[in-house]
């Protein structure tokens, strides 16, 4: 157990001494984190009201494609956060970076979007069993390159710790994509939410590039192709083209098992309890990012990285845990008041997904390491032995038990994942720093 003045010392080393910017930054955050919280849990009561489970279930396989597809670029925005927050005092180098961080988001998206496009019409009967919605499907390329330059921007902003734009980008993100999406969805339904995904794209890139547009005039000065960047980007795409692909597909996998096994509706149920865990994930994570993984990427000695890991999640996940908790405590209430009258039921998937949560997180503070770290071959193995895993259990248990052990897999997967992260982390991380 930590004391206080341990846990204190641990946050001064964290923040660097900087208390007066913390409190502000954590302030401006604060209000990112409930913004974000708020309009993420309206977006899911709008949903369920006007696309039903059918709706949202068709509406949650496009997501899953849009997601794998542009966060193929994922792995690169990671690397500009670790390549900028290291090199964050050489303005030839920050420029550099952001340079060679372009041209591989632009090469990318090039690539994966014309790949899209020659097999549009199969994706499409994968996702929906029909070619009613194959336009949005050829479309996705927009997407991907403007969700990727907008998070490598994004990433490069807190690199350099450039956090009060970085968060009021994020506010403005979380607003305009909401806006987007209830007025779509109100006028032109399931293609009005699949239209909005494009609008937002559109918006938001074009907000950063504004924001943004002083420290790309510099670095677009002198633009060269840098093969040592490109070099340590290329590994972290590697270890995130795995994990950001390998989580979508899987999901498309499941909801088609659901729906096979029981029907579209029940997969609307499942769809709409995996957009809530996600949200508070995705808030938890964001949150905890914004100084984690900046300063995971600045620390070099092993003992100074586990005392800095050991005292963020002891702070962290106590916190969290019970959030969670409390979640399942009221998930009637839950249910009753962000969903429809279609979703009475779906109170029984809780007890899973609740569980697997607090693992998720618990296992995102040493995964975001080996990705920091550039330990390649270990995120992938890890990766893909939890996916083969969680693909095994959805087709063992969804098929030949009720429903409400739909979110069983994803329990199992995450506990195992969780026991996986540990072991590995004291093989390559902890033993090294003793």
Known sequence: MFGFNKVKNIIREAIRGQYDDFLNISLKNSIHVAIRFVLGIAQIKFMSIILGPAGLAILGQFSSIIQATSNLTGGISHGATKLSSAYRNSPLRSNLIIVNVIMAIIAISIISGLFIYLFSAQLSHWLFKSDEYIIYVKLSWFIIIATGLTNALLAILSGLKLYSNYIKLNIAFVISSFIVLIAGMYLWQINGAMSALYIAAFFNLSIIIYTCKPLLKNALKSVRFSKYIHKRLAGFATMLIVSSCIGPITSIIIRNIITDSFSIEITGWWEGLSRLSNTLFNISVSTLGLFYIPK???????????????????????????????????????????????????????????????????????????????????????????????????????????????????????????????????????????
Not at 402 to 429: E, S
Request: hydrophobic share 55%; glycine share 2%.
């Open 296 to 434: 995971i990427s600045e620390i070099h000695n092993p003992l100074k990285l586990h005392a800095f890991i050991k005292g963020a999640s002891s702070i962290a996940m106590p916190i969290i845990t019970f959030g969670i908790c409390l979640i399942f405590i009221t998930k009637h209430y839950i249910v009753y008041l962000l969903f429809s009258q279609d979703f009475e039921g779906m109170d029984s998937l809780f007890l899973y997904q609740n569980i697997g949560d607090v693992f998720r997180i618990f296992s995102w503070f040493l995964a975001i390491t080996f990705i920091i770290k550039e330990k390649i071959r270990i995120f992938i193995f890890s990766e893909l032995t939890m996916a083969l895993l969680h693909l095994i259990l959805a087709y063992t248990i969804i098929p030949n038990m009720d429903i409400d052990y739909a979110t069983l897999p994803y329990m199992i997967k995450t506990i195992t994942y969780f026991i996986i992260c540990v072991l590995l982390y004291r093989r390559y991380i902890f033993t090294r720093s003793v």
